[in-house]
T-cell receptor, first 114, second 111 residues
Framework: GENVEQHPSTLSVQEGDSAVIKCTYS??????FPWYKQELGKRPQLIID?????GEKKDQRIAVTLNKTAKHFSLHITETQPEDSAVYFC?????????????FGKGTMLLVSP | NAGVTQTPKFQVLKTGQSMTLQCAQD?????MSWYRQDPGMGLRLIHY???????DQGEVPNGYNVSRSTTEDFPLRLLSAAPSQTSVYFC??????????FGEGSRLTVL
């Protein structure tokens, strides 16, 4: 099955700095890569996703890049703010003849200090 | 639209007891799933369903049962609770775009 590795496990930045979280996946058939944000005590929520036919996608201060050859994808947050503090999960979903499921990384706790 | 609703939010069980975590969604999603979240382990898939009457195992299915009699409901049953099942459980349904919509979570402690 799919295996998703996520780094770093914790990341501390100053407000206004950029933050980068990296993930690698094992199944070359994976074609959908979402990122979820989970604030303390809350449910995970989708913040951005990318499909394998696209190399980069941006949404305001967040962007995701995908390198299919190297099988890795990254989340970039610019001009970080204290409200960006949360746990971020990457995930990958493989294309299968039947139904496919999401495999998540272990998460990155991002702390943005004012 | 309530989205995905899970009950109970908190539960304490003794080893060997059984219980059911309820999950309901009102978005008419065919795909529903259960994840458990443990510190440092991310979200691990327990069971999933692609429609009424169809269920399948995920990464960590042992000790859990599911059924899907309707599109709306997807309960998770713990047959004989063990301390290793202490976790936060999330139910999620999947929309047409692939986005997972999570419930608020159920925190379970097994003593």
């Amino acid at each position: 099955g799919e295996n998703v590795e996520q780094h770093p496990s914790t990341l501390s930045v100053q407000e206004g700095d950029s933050a980068v979280i990296k993930c690698t996946y094992s199944d070359s058939a994976s074609n959908y890569f979402p990122w979820y944000k989970q604030e303390l005590g809350k449910r995970p929520q989708l913040i951005i996703d990318i499909r394998s036919n696209v190399g980069e996608k941006k949404d305001q201060r967040i962007a995701v890049t995908l390198n299919k050859t190297a099988k890795h994808f990254s989340l970039h947050i610019t001009e970080t703010q204290p409200e960006d503090s949360a746990v971020y999960f990457c995930a990958a979903r493989a294309r299968t003849p039947g139904y496919s499921t999401l495999t998540f990384g272990k998460g990155t706790m991002l702390l943005v200090s004012p | 639209n309530a989205g995905v609703t899970q009950t109970p939010k908190f539960q304490v069980l003794k080893t060997g007891q059984s219980m059911t975590l309820q999950c309901a969604q009102d978005m008419n999603h065919e795909y529903m799933s259960w994840y458990r979240q443990d510190p440092g382990m991310g979200l691990r898939l327990i069971h999933y369903s692609v429609g009424a009457g169809i269920t399948d195992q995920g990464e960590v299915p042992n000790g859990y049962n599911v059924s899907r009699s309707t599109t709306e409901d997807f309960p998770l049953r713990l047959l004989s609770a063990a301390p290793s099942q202490t976790s936060v459980y999330f139910c999620a349904s999947r929309g047409q775009t692939g986005e997972l919509f999570f419930g608020e979570g159920s925190r379970l402690t097994v003593l």
